[in-house]
């Protein structure tokens, strides 16, 4: 019934032309004279390409999208460059487009275009301040009027086509993090990684070193075995556990998350992390830029949940592995602040708020208030006792 009645409503002003058309010419047999058949040859045209805007087969396929730039983080804009075609070149005077894309803080794209006789088209426009998440178009719908909007043809071409906004990533500085622990502080646990991009000296060969590690240069010289020295580095253990508790920074919170597992694994740290509630998941050990790819795309569909156990945190495998434990929250109250005190584990809690507030510790809970506008002294302030 919907169908029926949409099909009338687009062919309604065409039936009323099409009756004033008559009107007129009945109107010029039996007045005659020049005026008469002057209106009627005038809108003649008009009429005959309305007619024949409704019934010559037309159709428009091949709808294509490309997206600058490929990769989008929160804040961003993009472009995006609508690319479609017809079947034939039958004279359009003006087509009416629309975008759909499903996304909460997203509206759909508009736009009127001049046809003429081309077959491809291009449609370019310009998302700005993309909000993170997933968005989704799926149907390009066109609209063709004849010169005065007599008639018009409406064109649905299914293209479904999704892109991701990751969160922001901010500069983090560096500084090694310390836990409280019950007989006093020390620093998380460390594992040696070689920077094979430091050389610091040359020494003998020894069974077991690796062949890339050889200095060739020295052996064409001395034809003995003599193998690089690398820089050691430390690396930090360390479990980010972001919590999806709604609040109201809880895109910051989000961004936070992503920022602080970026900069551990461009340190070479052990860096796990994991999202705590129902789109729980956990990504251990991230090393590769795969894997860190993985976790922006997680955090880039995660939405904000109403009720989170943090007291879930107490069957976690990955949280005995752990030697720093950093939880990162939108929200923060006392029933959160009992559940994580009854892990017995020393924990550093960061919590995103634009309001001051100075740091609490609770036994072996220390609470951090970040601001969301400010993320690079974050690690600083953690590292402080």
């Known amino acids: 019934m919907s169908n029926v009645w949409r099909a009338w409503k687009e ?24 005026g008469s058949w002057f209106i009627f040859f005038t809108i003649t045209p008009f009429v005959l390409y ?6 010559v087969p037309m159709s428009f396929r091949r709808v294509t999208r490309a997206l600058t730039p490929t990769m989008l983080a929160a804040g961003d804009a993009a472009t995006v460059c609508v690319t479609f075609e017809r079947s034939n070149r039958f004279p359009l005077f003006f087509m009416a487009l629309e975008d759909d894309v499903q996304h909460e803080y997203v509206r759909n794209r508009r736009a009127l275009q001049f046809g003429g006789f081309r077959k491809t088209f291009t449609w370019t426009f310009t998302h700005s301040e993309l909000a993170r998440g997933e968005y989704t178009f799926q149907t390009l719908h066109i609209k063709c009027y ?10 649905t071409v299914e293209a479904p086509q999704s892109f991701l906004v990751y969160p922001r990533i901010e500069h983090i500085k560096r500084a090694p993090i310390e836990t409280q622990m019950e007989r006093g502080a020390t620093q998380s646990r460390y594992a040696v990684v070689k920077d094979t991009s430091m050389v610091t000296s040359v020494r003998n060969y020894q069974p077991g070193d690796r062949m890339s590690w050889i200095h060739w240069k020295s052996f064409a010289k001395t034809e003995q075995l003599r193998t690089k020295d690398f820089e050691d580095k430390q690396s930090q253990h360390v479990l980010i556990v972001a919590d999806l508790q709604r609040g109201q920074q809880f895109e910051a919170a989000v961004s936070l998350s992503a920022s602080l597992v970026q900069t551990f694994v461009k340190q070479q740290s052990d860096v796990v992390f994991m999202t ?55 929200a923060f109250s006392d029933e959160q602040k009992q559940r994580l005190l009854q892990l017995a584990k020393p924990i550093i809690c960061l919590v995103v708020t634009d ?31």
């Open 50 to 55: 309305a007619l024949l805007l409704q019934i």
């Open 355 to 385: 309001e001051p507030k100075q740091q609490e510790h609770f036994q072996q809970l220390r609470i951090i208030y970040v601001h969301p506008e400010s993320f690079e002294h974050v690690l600083v302030e953690v590292a402080k006792r």
């Open 276 to 330: 705590l509630g129902d789109q729980r998941r956990a990504f251990p050990v991230i090393q590769t830029a795969s894997q860190m790819q993985e976790v922006l795309r997680h955090l880039a569909l995660v939405r904000p949940e109403t009720n989170v156990q943090e007291h879930a945190l107490l069957q976690e495998p990955l949280l005995q592995q752990a030697g720093a434990l950093l939880v990162v929250m939108s």
């Open 146 to 155: 004849d010169l005065l909007g007599w008639g018009t043809r409406t064109f």
């Open 11 to 34: 062919t309604k002003p065409f039936i009323i032309v099409l009756l004033f058309y008559a009107i007129s010419f009945c109107y010029a047999m039996f007045q005659g004279g020049f």
